[in-house]
């Protein structure tokens, strides 16, 4: 059960660590993505945040993009890790690393597994800004949803 | 029967807990299990249309039948990922 | 003029280090492209590759393509390291790193740079596999040919 | 007028010189300096369509003219990157 491409985690992230659960000898391409605890927001200076999931359900939620993912793109190796619990600015909350015999479909594949992270994965940021905190809410999370899965490939291609 | 109930981020504050035990009526869905928090934290009808659920650790419809023993979970939208692009939809 | 994001080196690469000369607290999104050596090409075991550079112009071009990719995506930071010498199976040949505020933005110069450095940056392979060893010849390196400029925007869209 | 050019990849091993110089006439052009490197090296006419070529380290026109004391440099097809997706399109 414990895949070690697919973590909810409180430690820090390790792209490298992250790219080795998937590379192999034929794999020319590697693309990654990092999410990165901005110091702005909506015009609001933010001072740190707090990522909360639901853990075991965020796990699946992996395991579900990198199938989804693997329909399209059959030669993909993906993983993802998002971090949990307080993190500071600069830290990295969210490493995804796509790797394949061929360029576009890393990129195809890194760039799908953001979009459906932030549509479906049950993980919630609570940002702490200068004058107060407010819990960020953005998509309802349905997988089965197809337009918001359409959507998602529609930014890949 | 009886079901626990997980909260998260803003539900969880608005109950003040992150887990509730419900006795529900037999053949009672997840439908019923949320009615019955929306009847006693004022805040969650906020979220009726926009709150989706899982049902030990799968995800789940609001019809979905519920069973002696379940874990039920209430997730509000959802915001993973990184705070590129958001562009402050949240609710203070 | 020597700039840490443009680098061509007959040291091992390092993704995390390529990041960081483009990252700052204003980013959330860091997307890389790693290129790694496959051990097969064109149906021939590749045993290793030998890169060669003309390396003054081949940093001018890196600086190049990153003016290039800031007439599009004024947000974007980017950063690319290119190796030479001999390189083992499974060894990084190239890293490019794209920072920005947006995603969008990130993914779509680091595809766009990888491109580029295909068609104009004077670095070459040399082929080791079973059996013997080959020159691989791409294209005719013209920055000025707007087709190629145009080719690789599209792969970014 | 004297000028340094410089060779790499397979033009380097045909010369079997990654270096070489010349003495050109006044008036010349990057052209005149291939040229004179086709009369000497068989295998370079090969290239004579997929050349690129740089003056003093900057992207030239084989039009491009010379003076004395440049360094001209002749690039054949470039490959740079990493290896996924190319063809074989390689020269043995």
Known sequence: ?157 | MHVTIRLFARLREMAGASEVQRTLADGSSVRTAWESLVGEFPGFDDYSRAVSCAVNEEYARMTTPLSDGDEVAFLPPVSGGSLEREKGKGKR
Chains 1, 3 share one sequence.
């Open chain 1, 1 to 157: 059960m414990s895949d070690p491409r697919f973590r909810v985690t409180s430690d820090p992230l390790d792209v490298t660590a992250v790219s080795a659960t998937v590379s192999s000898a034929d794999c020319g391409a590697v693309t990654t993505f990092v999410g990165l605890v901005r110091n702005e927001n909506g015009g609001r200076r933010v001072l740190w945040l707090e990522y909360e999931a639901y853990e075991p359900l965020a796990v699946k939620s992996f395991i579900r993009i990198d199938e989804e993912a693997g329909e399209r793109w059959p030669s993909v190796g993906l993983a993802i890790h998002h971090r949990i619990g307080r993190l500071e600015i600069g830290e990295a909350s969210v490493v995804i690393a796509a790797t394949s015999p061929h360029r576009a479909e890393a990129f195809a594949a890194c760039r799908y597994a953001i979009e459906r992270i932030k549509q479906i994965a049950p993980i919630w940021k609570h940002e702490h800004f200068e004058g107060g905190e407010i819990w960020i809410e953005g998509a309802t999370a349905d997988p089965m949803d197809e337009d918001a899965r359409r959507m998602a490939f529609a930014q890949c291609t």
